[in-house]
């Protein structure tokens, strides 16, 4: 017979994978201190016509350094309740957009 028990406490020892949801979105507001509105576009297949929909929706999500811009695509993820919206947390910027650089940019010049 094959000892179980070791292949179980390596299992344990290992890191476990976090079970909470993630979503890439686009920043579509940033006007709340630490809180961005992200708007996930959903591809989805019409259950009787089998035509793929469109549709949108929109978190709120929690971001701690008010890091992120209009216009940026971002991962974020599940989270405890924060507010009465407030479901999700800012995990990280995946793409800036080219917009918020600009504003960089202009900034660092005056």
Request: proline share 3%.
């Amino acid at each position: 017979m094959a000892d179980t028990t070791n292949t179980n406490a390596a299992a344990a020892t290992e890191a476990p994978a976090s079970r909470r949801n993630e979503k890439v979105g686009l920043v579509v507001s940033t006007k709340m201190q630490k809180t961005i509105v992200v708007e996930i576009e959903i591809r989805k297949a019409h259950p009787k016509y089998k035509r793929v929909m469109k549709s949108n929706k929109k978190f709120y999500a929690h971001d701690e350094s008010n890091s992120a811009r209009v216009g940026d695509v971002v991962r974020i993820r599940e989270a405890r309740p924060l507010s009465k919206l407030k479901r999700w947390s800012l995990e990280e910027i995946v793409r800036r957009s080219s917009l918020a650089q600009l504003d960089e940019k202009i900034a660092e010049a005056k």
